[in-house]
């Protein structure tokens, strides 16, 4: 069946340094997209979202992009803060009411 | 500050027992969603509802399961008789149609 995955499980970063999370996706008729960070203990919290009409989204920080043409979905953190560890998610849906999780990056911060 | 609230948080019980795990939406929020989420399968949508009415409870095994939501501001999630495979946290989310999904804390659930 059609699947959202993660390129990577982990990611170790340096204190100040840009985060690049990937993401690919093969449902063709997804046409919306979403981050989230998940803390230890704690349910996922919302980052950025994305629609199919956009390649490029920016947030606090954060920069959602999107490449429809190889189904791939990354997220960049700018000037990575120890508080940015944690578990990344993204999501597609093709419907605005189910969204299909991939498996999770674990990003650490090194001070 | 709105958010999705759960109770309880945790949760031990015995096999064969009655758990159920509520949540309260937030505020306005027309959908419900119900997840569980192991190491193993990851985050997995059990249920959902939109305006109160159920939409898709595919992802729940229906023998022991259900899902209900008695008004706009209470959500429930029951397993009877609960199994130690059901072992895991379960989170509900709120959302309005299509808008971003608002997770709880979530509710973890031991079943010995």
């Known amino acids: 069946g059609e699947s959202v995955g993660l390129h990577l499980p982990t990611l170790s970063v340096q204190e100040g340094d840009n985060s690049i999370i990937n993401c690919a996706y093969s449902n063709s008729a997804s046409d919306y997209f979403i981050w989230y960070k998940q803390e230890s203990g704690k349910g996922p919290q919302f980052i950025i979202d994305?629609?199919?009409?956009?390649d490029k989204r920016q947030g606090q920080r954060v920069t959602v992009l999107l490449n429809k043409t190889v189904k791939h979905l990354s997220l960049q953190i700018a000037a990575t803060q120890p508080g940015d560890s944690a578990v990344y998610f993204c999501a597609e849906s093709d419907n605005d009411y189910k969204l299909s999780f991939g498996a999770g990056t674990t990003v650490t911060v090194r001070a | 500050d709105a958010r999705v609230t759960q109770t309880p948080r945790d949760k031990v019980t015995e096999m064969g027992q009655e758990v159920t795990m509520r949540c309260q939406p937030i505020l306005g929020h027309n959908t419900v969603f119900w997840y569980r989420q192991t190491m193993m399968q990851g985050l997995e949508l059990l249920a959902y509802?939109?305006?109160?009415?159920?939409?898709?409870d595919s992802g729940m095994p229906k023998d022991r399961f259900s899902a209900e939501m008695p008004d706009a501001t209470l959500a429930t999630l029951k397993i009877q008789p609960s199994e130690p495979r059901d072992s895991a946290v379960y989170f509900c989310?709120?959302?309005?149609?299509?808008?971003?999904?608002?997770f709880g804390p979530g509710t973890r659930l031991t079943v010995l």
């Open positions: 989310a709120s959302g309005n149609g299509a808008d971003t999904q608002y």
């Open positions: 994305i629609r199919s009409n956009m």
């Open positions: 509802f939109r305006n109160r009415a159920p939409l898709d």
